[in-house]
């Protein structure tokens, strides 16, 4: 029996799978915190949170997230090293990094160890 709407899928694009985790780790930052990061698949995001078990903020990547004017690509670091930000957090590393820059809000940026 031939589908009713096969000309209709055959039109559709095809799906995007969200991001899967690549990596949890924890890391002890300068003051003494520790912040629970996860890292996604193509550094698109991280999640991040300041309890273990606790709901992750998430954060985009910054060059993926937000274009820049015409022409113009995306702010990175010097280095190349992905940075995240979203509702006052900042993370900049990779995922396998040992030591990441990380600030909350209302905080700077400080370097965290794994």
């Known amino acids: 029996m031939a589908d009713p709407q ?46 273990q078990d606790a709901i992750q903020t998430i954060l985009p990547n910054e060059a993926m997230a937000a274009p820049g004017e015409e022409g113009e690509e995306p702010a990175e670091e010097a280095n190349g090293t992905p940075r995240y930000s979203g509702e006052g957090y900042t993370l900049i590393g990779n995922s396998d990094a040992s030591s990441i820059q990380f600030a909350r809000p209302g905080g700077g940026l400080q370097t965290c160890d794994s």
């Open 6 to 51: 096969a000309e209709e899928i055959e039109e559709l694009d095809p799906a995007e799978l969200p991001p899967m985790r690549v990596r949890e780790a924890s890391f002890r930052c300068d003051d003494n915190s520790v912040v629970y990061v996860s890292f996604y698949t193509n550094d698109s995001q991280v999640g991040v949170a300041m309890e």
